[in-house]
Structures are given as structure tokens and as C-alpha cells.
């Protein structure tokens, strides 16, 4: 499968603002890329990019007064499998962990393991360590928030969301990072596309927030929005939570104007049009 993935987005700034994106496909994909999606920009403005803390690849840049529409397009093959299920896999004690996996243990800025730590153990505290506790809490998150673009806030914390049952994807991503790491199980938080490949289409197409978690020394993808296996992921960034991982973080106010992403299978598109007689 060859998936077709990028965004069209413009942002509106009074004054020229420096600004830091995490866009672009991450690079332990780097082998999958077919086409890269090289960065495009109206009016054109010099950039360059570099490595986070965490792995992933930065854009740096200063926005022109004005309005700013940034473009990129590419294409990455993919084997067309669902999400792996390792019902076996098991949780490796905090003492046998490896230090880099440590961070993704303790609380960040959305994901408040103080506050949710006791909810925590008296939910899961009684089910047997693994796979199985980690898709526990993935149903548990799942069926606790209720979905809704109109619900989106960008301060939303993870005992915020439990409290309040509403959100996006970030929310039931940060509320099961939490759950996670109150069981001593690294958890970190994760964007990326998620095309609508093998499933209805909902929504509009948007960035999409999912979780990773370490168990029998890997990460492991889960998904508590969808909270099924899905077809061609495509990850972006990685980080403790959402402050780690914005998709455009400007230093200085800036408007976003309009948001376009696009990921779908290009092996599907092209097969249509042929039957419908297209070039």
C-alpha cells in the first residue's frame, strides 16, 4: 500500500513571529518514504530544521506579517496491516527498565499522575499485569469521554478530562498516558495522521493523537479514541504529552486561518479512477 499524506495550513500574524513546527513524517519512517513531502510556503520564507530532545524532526522559521500558508505533500508505503495485538506481552518491572523509558513514567503538563494515581490502582490495581491491563484502561478511557469536535480545549489536562467525560483525541490519549504511568507502565503520547483507510469515513480528516506504551522491552501502539486496530499510521512526534509535540508553536499571537490534512491510500484512488475511465 502507498498511502498519500500532507496539510494545507495558513496562519495569520500582525507582526513577523518566529515559529517552531512539528509537521513532518517522523524519520524512523525514513526508509518508507517514496515521495518526501518537502515544505512549501506563500509567501516563501527560509527554513531550517533540527532533532528534539525526543526524536522528532523540528522546523524552524519566522512567519511574515500577514498571512502564511504552509503546504507539504509526499507519499509512504506501507504493508496495509492493522495495528499489532501482543496479548502476551507483559510489563517490565521499574527496576529493569531501561533509564530512557524513566520520563515516560513520571507526570508532565497535561498528564497529572498525582491526581489520578489512587483512581488508577483501585480500577486496574486487580488485573493481571500486562497487555491485557494496558487494554483495560484503553476501554475504560474509551468509554468514559464522550467525543466531540465542539469539546476541543487546548488546556484540557487529563484529570480535567476524566472529570468533565468530553474531548478529542489528545484528551483520551492523555488520560490513558496517565492511567498508564500511575501503574508504573511508560506511556507517552503521540501524533501523527490516521487516515480513514478500512473504515467509515466520520470526520473531516485532522491530525490524530494515539499513545505508545512499553511492554516486553517495545513500544506498543494503542489507540483509546478509536480503540480498534487501524490501517497506516503514519507518526509525527513523540513526546510526554501535547506541550511536547504542538504542531506549530509560535512565539508570539498568531491566527490560524485554515487547516486542510489529507491521508488516504493512493493504491485505492488509483484503482477507481481507472474503473471509472480516468487518466
Not at 527498565?97 to 524513566?102: E, I, M, V
Not at 478509536?226 to 509560535?250: E, H, K, M, Y
Amino acid at each position: 500500500m502507498v498511502i498519500r499524506y500532507g496539510y494545507e495550513i495558513t496562519v495569520t500574524c500582525t507582526a513577523p513571529t518566529p515559529m517552531v513546527c512539528l509537521l513532518t513524517a517522523h524519520g524512523d519512517r525514513a526508509q518508507d518514504i517514496r515521495k518526501v513531502e518537502e515544505l512549501v510556503t506563500t509567501p516563501a520564507v527560509d527554513s531550517r530544521t533540527y532533532v528534539d530532545l525526543y526524536g522528532n524532526l523540528c522546523r524552524r522559521f519566522t512567519a511574515p506579517a500577514g498571512d502564511l500558508t504552509l503546504w507539504a505533500d509526499g507519499t509512504i508505503a506501507d504493508s496495509g496491516a492493522h495495528d499489532i495485538a501482543c496479548p502476551q506481552a507483559g510489563e517490565v518491572p521499574v527496576e529493569a527498565l531501561p533509564d530512557n523509558c524513566l520520563v515516560y513514567l513520571l507526570g508532565s503538563r497535561y498528564c497529572e499522575t498525582d491526581r489520578l494515581s489512587q483512581l488508577a490502582w483501585d480500577r486496574f490495581g486487580q488485573i493481571a499485569p500486562g497487555w491485557g491491563r494496558v487494554q483495560a484502561i484503553c476501554d475504560f478511557v474509551h468509554g468514559h469521554i464522550r467525543f466531540g469536535y465542539l469539546d476541543a480545549r487546548s488546556t484540557r489536562s487529563a484529570a480535567e478530562a476524566y472529570d468533565e467525560h468530553i474531548g478529542v483525541c489528545r484528551d483520551y490519549a492523555h488520560l490513558a498516558v496517565t492511567l498508564c504511568r500511575c501503574m508504573n507502565i511508560p506511556a507517552r503520547y503521540v501524533n501523527g495522521y490516521l487516515g480513514d483507510i478500512g473504515v467509515p469515513i466520520v470526520d473531516p480528516m485532522d491530525f490524530s493523537a494515539w499513545i505508545e506504551v512499553y511492554l516486553d522491552g517495545g513500544w506498543m501502539t494503542f489507540d483509546p479514541r478509536n480503540n480498534q486496530p487501524r490501517i497506516g499510521r503514519i507518526v509525527v512526534a513523540r513526546g510526554r504529552d501535547a506541550a511536547d509535540v504542538p504542531l506549530i508553536n509560535s512565539f508570539g499571537p498568531h491566527v490560524l486561518k485554515s487547516f486542510r490534512v489529507w491521508a488516504y491510500d493512493v493504491t485505492h484512488v488509483d484503482a477507481a479512477a481507472s474503473r471509472a475511465g480516468c487518466p
